[in-house]
């Protein structure tokens, strides 16, 4: 084992010891190094003036520049990646970069306490490459960074001038990629990470071997994938973890398998990885549904998604995270895994109840499997929310049907924040099975919702909005999916909705 994290901050390479594992990325540059330029606005992944781009180095021989948030990150997953903050960008001459140049030439900050954060995120969007082709683009860009006084539209301005100021392989980062590439390689390991200090312990295994040991030794650990809700036991609840356990390092769990008929997501692969929209390693997501790329770009924010897993949605249980519905609607099967010993079972049935999943002492979950859809299938997921971006659902509902001559085969509904967990809406399957498929039968099988779901009232959403919008989203569903919409020429987006949609499967 090795007890030392290693990574660059800027060009200097760090190797600490002794540290404890849940100090944030941000509080070991504020209070340890006196680098004040990352700001803390809401220390929960809100606000995004903790922004600060992260570096990692990828099997692909990618350097990938990732946005994030220093604020809900511990300080060990930085292990073999590079730390970009704001304090690095410009050249040791003085010479700005061109995202901060294009800021101050668009008049982009007025009090500044946003700024960084805003640059850095800048920064990790034109480090990706593509000059803006649209303000959505732009939007989506940015939507994880809030500011008070200056306005969007400078900022958005600066984003589109800086690609003009110098086009991003020809910064100084690009001249530095080689020389960046091999200190990150020179990083690599396969050792396990094992960070202690006060009795407080992290250990980052490389190796799946390695990790279903330890965490069949360690079942008292806290597993930590992307820490998007780990992070906010710490800096919110100030909860004390003296015993944790990382997925980050562990290459296999970031695994995305296409086999033809299923698509194999590991439990630590990032929103980022399996969204086809935000990476081209994945568009094999793409091919399950596009419905469900659509959904993950209504995760969170950019920095959100680089970070946050498909597994921790899932293990985490909530009753309104929004990935379990649509999955459990396409047919999912979750993977388990104890030592050696691999447990399948369909995802609606590692939901127990509020705060419970058949999950073992020692077992994680190690990834999902998510068929494919054949002819005559056709999958929707629609998340309700009072806004678009950055905002959790007050319901999400998912919808799949196969129609064979004009008669449901086949069909699942699973809904988000109407019970206690994620559920299947059996009643309502039961009453539209066998059933031909039109607008009367739907109306026929609304009121069924009423035996699967008894919602609550909370600030999201009273329970009788809930029950209606659920009624309304099978009817909207068959609207969409059947072409009656399209024959009758109406608006059928009932409540703000995914945004472009993509053709269903035919
Ligand atoms: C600003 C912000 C916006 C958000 N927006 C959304 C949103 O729109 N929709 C949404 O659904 N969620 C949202 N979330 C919640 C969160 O991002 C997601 O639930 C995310 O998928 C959690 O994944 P993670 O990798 O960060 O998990 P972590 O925080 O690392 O872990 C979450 C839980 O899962 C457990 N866990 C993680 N991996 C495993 C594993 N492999 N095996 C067993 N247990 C495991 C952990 O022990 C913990 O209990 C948001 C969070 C933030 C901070
Ligand atoms: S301080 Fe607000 S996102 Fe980190
Ligand atoms: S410039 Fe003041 S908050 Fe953005």
């Known amino acids: 084992m090795r007890d030392t994290i290693r990574f660059l901050h800027g060009d200097t390479l760090h190797e600490i010891r002794g540290i404890d594992p849940t100090l944030t990325i941000l509080d070991w540059l504020r ?25 990692r180095y990828d099997a692909a021989d990618h350097l990938h520049y990732d946005a994030v948030n220093a604020c809900i990150r511990f300080l060990p997953t930085l292990d073999g990646c590079q730390l970009l903050t704001v304090e ?23 009090c500044g306490f946003c700024t960084p954060g805003f640059v850095m995120s800048l920064f990790a969007f034109y480090r990706h490459g593509a000059a803006p082709d649209s303000e959505r683009v732009i939007d989506e860009a940015l939507a994880g960074n809030l500011c008070r006084c200056t306005g969007y539209a400078p900022i958005a301005a600066a984003a589109r001038r800086a690609f003009a100021l110098c086009p991003p392989d020809q910064d100084r980062f690009a001249a530095a990629a080689a020389a960046t590439t091999a200190r990150l ?3 690599r390991d396969d050792q396990t990470l094992h960070v202690t200090s006060a009795g407080r312990s992290w250990y980052a295994p490389a190796t799946l071997a390695d990790f279903a040991a330890l965490a069949e030794q360690l079942p008292a650990a806290v597993i930590v994938a992307g820490a998007t809700d780990v992070g906010l036991w710490v800096t919110k609840q100030q909860r004390q973890l003296d015993l944790l356990l990382s997925v980050g390092r562990v290459a296999e769990l970031h695994q995305i398998v296409d086999d033809g008929p299923t698509l194999t997501i590991g439990a630590a692969a990032t929103y980022a990885a399996a969204a086809p929209a935000l990476a081209a390693v994945a568009p094999a997501l793409a091919a399950v549904a596009p419905d469900l790329g659509a959904l993950i770009r209504r995760i969170g924010a950019v920095q959100v998604r680089n970070v946050g897993t498909i597994g921790g949605n899932i293990a985490n249980g909530s009753p309104i995270g929004d990935m379990p519905p649509a999955l459990i609607a396409a047919g999912a099967t979750l993977v388990l895994r104890r030592g050696v010993i691999q447990r399948r079972l369909p995802l609606e049935d590692f939901f127990i109840t509020y705060g419970r999943q058949d999950r073992q002492p020692g077992e994680f979950v190690e990834a999902v499997i998510v068929p494919k859809f054949g002819a005559g299938s056709a999958l929707r997921v629609y998340k309700i929310t009072k806004r678009l971006d950055q905002d959790i659902s007050a319901l999400c509902g998912a919808f799949a049907v196969t129609v064979a001559n004009g008669v449901v085969t086949r069909i699942r509904i699973a809904f988000g924040g109407m019970a206690a967990t994620p559920k ?37 959403a009273s329970a009788a909005y809930r029950a209606e919008v659920a009624g309304n989203l099978l009817l909207k569903f068959f609207l969409e999916t059947s072409g009656e919409a399209a024959r009758r020429g109406a608006e059928t987006r009932i409540v703000p909705t995914l945004a472009p949609l993509a053709a269903i499967h035919a």
């Open 185 to 187: 390689v020179a990083l």
């Open 88 to 110: 690095q960008l410009a050249a040791p001459d003085g010479t700005l970069h061109p995202v901060q140049q294009a800021m101050v030439d668009c008049h982009g900050s007025q």
């Open 31 to 55: 209070l340890t190094r006196g680098q004040t330029g990352t700001k803390e606005g809401c220390a929960e992944g809100d606000c995004g003036a903790c922004t600060v781009v992260v570096v």
């Open 424 to 460: 299947r809406a059996r009643h309502t399957e039961t009453a539209l099975i066998g059933q031909p498929w039109r607008e009367s039968t739907i109306r026929t099988a609304i009121p069924a919702l009423a035996q699967d779901y008894t919602p609550l009232s909370d600030w999201r």
